[in-house]
């Protein structure tokens, strides 16, 4: 009798201190790591405005921003425990959960697609003239250079029959296409919207053509799987904003202006008005993990050399729709853009 009541002593001493625990854990913050020190002028931006501006408070979930340079300082944040939910590069995340090293789960894209235009010469109109011509990138199998390839092709040129010429950064490509060193390169509208001198430039290509061409995605949020079965609540709430945020965003683009004006002063209003209008139909409405373009993404990173020897993953190992689908089932799909493919 007197064994039977210590063992019940400890039974409800021990369930104390899982209900304190989970207690404790609920009282905390969530923290998302992002790769941005200040707010990013893409749609990624509404990771910290949905912070600015309510949302998250709205979903019944305290969040705090854990802001790092890169997406090497994101993951190990991540992996030290400095945060619940991260914001990384799709590649980055995969090669995790190849290579066994982290456990994850990708939960939203809240900004999937890298808003990519292909510029060229003046003079070259059509894709069928940059045959023979000097195209800038990255480096031969970088992101940039692999979707070049394919939205070449997509408009009917041999990709093969461009010359690629390996020049690093965004800034440097531009510079090299307004010095005439190079005939065509790829990078984002912002960098687009920053030439100061766009006379002797043509856009080839806009970024809803190339996305349509390529729909590739860029960056997920991911949790580890100890964060979705111990936060998943918070994780739900941290999803749902979001893409009450997105549909926000998209409904009104004067709502992400006004709030960008707050964020980031240093930017003239008039540009942040040009970006919503070339962000209108890139906003993740439906939370941006569509299983198509997450197929081709993973297939398009195997294609590069230094993954060949990477255990191949299937995106339903590790990508949870069930988040999504959820906000999705209460609150409808958008029938716009951004489609599930489900």
């Known amino acids: 009798m ?9 039974f409800v001493a021990f369930s104390a201190a899982l209900s304190l625990a989970a207690s404790v854990a609920e009282a905390a913050p969530f923290r998302i790591i992002i790769t941005e020190t200040e707010t990013p002028l893409v749609p990624n931006s509404v990771t910290d405005l949905a912070l600015r501006l309510g949302y998250y408070k709205k979903a019944g979930v305290e969040v705090e921003l854990v802001r790092v340079a890169q997406t090497p300082s994101a993951v190990a944040a991540l992996r030290s425990g400095q945060g619940e939910m991260a914001n990384l590069a799709l590649d980055s995340a995969l090669q995790l959960v190849a290579r066994n090293q982290m456990k994850l789960k990708g939960v939203m894209s809240p900004d ?9 010469s003046k003079d070259i109109t059509s894709a069928a003239q940059l045959e023979g011509k000097a195209f800038g ?16 092709a997509k408009l009917g040129l041999n990709p093969d029959k461009v010359n690629y010429v390996a020049l690093g950064q965004p800034p440097v490509r531009a510079q090299s296409l307004l010095a005439k060193r190079i005939d065509a390169t790829t990078f984002s509208i912002g960098v687009w919207l920053n030439l100061a001198d766009k006379s002797g430039v043509n856009m080839l290509v806009d970024q809803q053509k190339f996305n349509d061409a390529a729909p590739f995605i860029t960056k997920l949020n991911v949790v580890t799987e100890t964060t979705a079965s111990t936060r998943g609540k918070e994780v739900q709430a941290v999803v749902d904003a979001i893409i009450a945020a997105s549909r926000d965003f998209a409904k009104d683009p004067k709502i992400w202006v006004d709030a960008m004006v707050q964020a980031r002063p240093d930017v003239k209003r008039t540009d942040l008005e040009q970006l919503a209008e070339n962000y209108k139909a890139n906003w ?21 050399t230094e993954w060949k020897d990477v255990r191949k993953v299937d995106p339903k190992e590790w990508i949870d729709l069930g988040y999504t689908d959820r906000f999705l089932a209460a609150n409808g799909v958008a029938p716009t853009y951004d489609a599930t493919g489900r």
């Open 137 to 152: 990138v990255a480096r031969v199998g970088s992101v940039d250079y692999l979707l070049s390839r394919t939205v070449l």
């Open 112 to 120: 999937k697609a890298l808003p990519f235009v292909i510029a060229t």
């Open 2 to 10: 007197q064994n039977s009541k210590k063992l019940r002593g400890l």
């Open 284 to 304: 993740s409405i439906n939370g941006g993990l569509n299983m198509a373009a997450l197929s081709y993404t993973t297939d398009t990173i195997y294609l590069d």
